[in-house]
């Protein structure tokens, strides 16, 4: 029925090298992910060839130093890949998302010794990680965690349960925060726990209303011991840590919900133009034409937004506030996009034959992940005010 195919996303990129990443990118997702999207994520199928693939290609530890197996990528560009990666199967995108997540501690607070020990095989040796923060009764509220660290001489025991982890029992590694001290922000620590650890053990995934093939399960922790030598930070420091990496997971997101609007556009722009009624393309009607253009434009926006974020990190620019700013409005454009894509096809829209449901199921765990959009306008509104008074 299309009589048009999308256009690919005109990027304005650093270097040639860039150009030549999204290249390889939007390749690998032309052939090897967007093909089998529809079916694996139907079957809840985790698509482990496509990592080792990505890990293989260099682009899983694209914004990390090349010392270590990164691709010394700026995030504008590392954001565009996951944009495209996502724009193919949102199961690809935000597990490259989580993966350079969980990697974020050990990059920027680890020990020399440390980096040297595992960031080769957790950056390009072929390792999924996952991130875990959030447990069954503290979610928003991270602070609130009971997850347990104690001392036992050289090593610590962890014993707890997190939730909603992506990657949840198939990760080779998790980047773990539990208490070590006391109540509040301080007295929380960072951990790195091998998938294999004795103790370590995942729940049934959860059953979700969208991205089936992406695993998403709770993590029990049953006195597992690791050497301190697997802490990653200074005793208590472990909540600054997870902030942190939040504030550039926060972005991950964000263009994951691009690449997700991007492809529920390029597909209502593609059956608009090819479907016929009234003996006229409907296409050609005002009403869809506006609701196109306004999907087009929330796009745009988004995707401007993100980027301005990704240049005020890469140079060294605090970026926390712009970061919330472009989860929020990415995720919410990217629900209306994809839910204006189900009306664009009308009944089509509304089966399975047609991938825009997909997209519209999708799009909503993004307002959720990584920072609810309502603790994003907390972010927001505390650098514009201050705290909240008590």
């Not at 104690?150 to 349960?161: C, H």
């Not at 969208?210 to 998403?216: C, F, I």
């Not at 994809?338 to 519209?360: H, I, K, N, W």
């Amino acid at each position: 029925m299309p009589d048009r195919a999308p256009q690919p996303v005109d990027r304005q990129l650093p270097t040639d090298e860039a150009r030549d990443l999204i290249s390889l990118v939007r390749d690998i997702a032309q052939r090897e992910i967007a093909p089998k999207a529809a079916e694996e994520e139907d079957a809840g199928r985790f698509p482990r060839d496509v990592f080792t693939l990505l890990s293989e290609s260099g682009l899983l530890g694209l914004p990390y130093d090349s010392e270590y197996g990164g691709g010394d990528q700026p995030y504008e560009v590392y954001l565009q890949v996951l944009e495209e990666l996502a724009a193919a199967r949102l199961t690809v995108g935000l597990g490259v998302s989580v993966h350079s997540l969980s990697c974020h501690a050990l990059a920027h607070y680890g020990t020399k010794e440390q980096q040297v020990e595992h960031l080769p095989a957790m950056l390009g040796g072929g390792l999924l990680g996952a991130y875990c923060l959030s447990e069954p009764s503290s979610g928003s509220d991270a602070a609130g965690m009971r997850t347990k660290a104690e001392r036992d001489g050289d090593d610590w025991v962890l014993t707890g349960t997190k939730a909603w982890i992506t990657h949840g029992g198939i990760a080779d590694f998790y980047t773990v925060f539990a208490r070590s001290g006391g109540e509040g922000t301080r007295g929380i620590t960072a951990f790195l726990v091998p998938g294999d650890a004795e103790g370590l053990s995942a729940a049934v995934p959860e059953k979700k209303m969208g991205l089936k093939g992406s695993p998403t399960a709770q993590i029990h922790l049953d006195g597992v011991r690791i050497s301190d030598d697997r802490r990653i930070g200074d005793e208590g420091q472990g909540f600054a840590i997870a902030l942190s990496a939040l504030d550039s997971g926060r972005l991950g997101i964000a263009a994951c919900a691009i690449g997700v609007a991007q492809a529920a556009l390029d597909e209502a722009v593609a059956y608009a133009t090819g479907r016929e009624q009234f003996g006229r393309r409907i296409a050609d009607f005002q009403g869809l034409r506006f609701m196109l253009a306004d999907m087009a434009t929330q796009i745009e926006a988004g995707r401007a937004l993100y980027l301005a974020a990704a240049r005020l990190r890469d140079a060294g620019r605090p970026f926390s506030k712009q970061a919330a700013m472009a989860k929020l409005l990415c995720t919410d454009a990217a629900m209306k996009v994809t839910t204006d894509a189900v009306q664009v096809l009308g009944g089509y829209g509304y089966t399975a034959d047609f991938p825009v449901e997909r997209y519209m199921r999708e799009a909503k765990v993004l307002q959720i992940v990584e920072g609810t959009n309502q603790i994003q306008r907390m972010v927001i509104a505390r650098h514009l005010a201050g705290p909240e008074s008590r």
